[in-house]
């Protein structure tokens, strides 16, 4: 079955940078678009970057040019990097593909920034 595995997450000082990782299994992945998700708390979980089978990425206005998706298919795996990291980046951090509805969310990341 489909599953997605988060990682990378940490605390981390303004200013530094994350790099997350995701393995995803269950799927073709080196045909599925993916996306990076963040969800502050108490907020609703929001797109933030995309990236094709291909390697075109797509990012939202929020991720403000810091953010760099990226993937590595023979690994199943995409990668978020954050540089630098803001306070207001601080909140849990999952990994989808696009255009499918019904996938369990994984337990996504963890990324806590201090000021």
């Known amino acids: 079955q489909v599953q997605y595995v988060e990682s990378g997450g940490d605390l981390v000082q303004a200013g530094g940078s994350l790099r997350l990782s995701c393995e995803a299994s269950g799927f073709i992945f080196s045909i599925t678009v993916m996306g990076w998700y963040y969800q502050a708390p108490g907020k609703q979980r929001e797109l933030v970057a995309t990236?094709?089978?291909?390697?075109?990425?797509n990012y939202a206005d929020s991720a403000n040019g810091r953010f760099t998706i990226s993937r590595d298919n023979p690994k199943n795996m995409v990668y978020l990097q954050i540089d630098p990291l803001k306070p207001e980046d601080t909140g849990v951090y999952y990994c989808?593909?696009?255009?499918?509805?019904?996938?369990?969310w994984g337990q996504g990341t963890q990324v806590t920034v201090s000021s």
């Open positions: 990236i094709t089978g291909r390697g075109r990425t």
């Open positions: 989808y593909r696009q255009g499918i509805l019904g996938d369990p």
